[in-house]
């Protein structure tokens, strides 16, 4: 069932897609799966593949999975002052 809603739908001879689909497109014109150089051996199952450059290529997929994790335990908590987001890196301003 979960793999036939992922699949593309035809729909006035048109394509749709999914709301998954949509959200991978939107995450990979951000370019939220380009990581660093640099790794951690934690990260070593969200790395994909390494580019030419050497710069290292995340699983899109587990980043969706994670980002939609963290979106539950946020929601979960009770008092929305309690929430604080920090970013050591200068792309967590955005």
Known sequence: RKERKERKERK???MVLTQKEEDIQKMLAAKVHIGTTNSDRQMDTMIWRRS??????????????????????????ENPEDVVATSARP????
Request: net charge positive; no cysteine; aromatic share 4%.
């Open 12 to 14: 006035e001879g048109k």
């Open 52 to 77: 030419s450059e050497g710069v290292h290529i995340l699983n899109i997929g587990q980043t969706l999975e994670k980002i939609k994790l963290a979106a539950r335990i946020i929601v979960a908590i």
């Open 91 to 94: 792309y967590g301003q955005r």
